[in-house]
């Protein structure tokens, strides 16, 4: 699609739609330095990189799960016993770090600008397949950043404090989850591990074995 | 925040935790069976180092950033 402007205005003031542009191009590039740094992070941290097969090998954590059993007494005058068996299993370490704390948790920007001038431009599209010319007219807004009136600190309703003219812009960002692969990875291990008790000790040792392996079904 | 949870290795229900205080070596209990999960002792020194690791990290980034600002 072609585009052709056909403007007439005098200059006077920031472009309100570029000023709102740039704020969220900022944002936009944080989080992607964060973003980077986080994939770093995971790499460095969850993982043992392996120079000669050039493998990044996950860090497994070991886990402990105690439960209470009551065992049944031996004899026919003694009493049952509640003994606390232990279980260990690995996940790998990644599952559990927090990596989300890295990325840009909140970000609230909020600022005032007060309309100095606006114009109209004509756009002439020329629609590359169809050759048909179509014209918009779009409205520009120019301002310059203000502070409210009577208002030292920005409050939800301060815009209705500066008259017509002022525009009060509300800039809210939050964190990033996690990449899709990412979670997808997470999933697939905490939907497959399944505990399978390895070697089944006498129920007077306390301690057992188990390992986690991929569920078959 | 939404609040994390893990399923119970033995009954299925949930058990409520905080990561942070997982990491730091806090186990957490069952509501309904009292089966207590946690990181195993031997465990702790490895997620110290990683978790150093993301604190010194986050220092780099932070200093970064004032420095840029
Ligand atoms: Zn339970």
Not at chain 1, 18 to 36: E, M, P, R, W
Not at chain 1, 133 to 145: A, D, P, S, W, Y
Not at chain 1, 153 to 175: Q, R, V, Y
């Amino acid at each position: 699609m072609e585009e052709t402007t056909n403007e007439s205005y005098s200059y006077s003031g920031l472009d309100i739609r570029d000023f709102v542009k740039v704020s969220l191009v900022s944002i936009a590039k944080a989080q992607h330095a964060l973003s980077v740094e986080q994939t770093r992070a995971m790499l460095e941290t969850c993982f043992e990189y392996d120079k000669t097969t050039k493998v990044h090998k996950p860090i497994m954590l070991t886990m402990a799960l105690t439960r209470a059993l009551v065992v049944p007494a031996d004899s026919p005058n003694a009493l049952s016993t509640v003994q606390h068996f232990t279980s260990y299993f690995a996940i790998p370490l990644i599952t559990i770090m927090p990596f989300n704390s890295l990325g840009i948790d909140v970000l609230n920007l909020d600022f005032n600008m007060e309309v100095t001038s606006q114009s109209t431009t004509t756009v002439n599209y020329a629609h590359t397949f169809t050759q048909k010319q179509e014209t918009n007219c779009r409205v520009n807004l120019f301002g310059k950043i203000v502070t409210p009136p009577n208002t030292k600190s920005i409050t939800p309703n301060s815009a209705d404090t500066f008259g017509n003219s002022g525009l009060k812009i509300h800039i809210e960002a939050h964190a990033i989850p996690l990449t899709k692969g990412l979670l997808s990875i997470i999933d697939i291990y905490s939907n497959t591990l399944d505990p399978v008790t390895v070697n089944t000790p006498p129920l007077s040792e306390t301690d057992t074995d188990v390992q986690i392996s991929p569920k078959t079904t | 925040m939404q609040e994390q949870s893990i399923p119970c290795p033995v009954c299925q229900t949930k058990i409520p935790f905080d990561v942070h205080a997982l990491l730091r070596g806090v186990a957490f209990t069952c509501p309904s069976c009292f089966a207590s999960i946690g990181i195993a002792q031997e465990a702790l020194p490895t997620v110290n180092d990683a978790m150093q690791k993301l604190e010194e990290l986050k220092k780099n980034i932070h200093s970064a950033k004032k420095s840029s600002s």
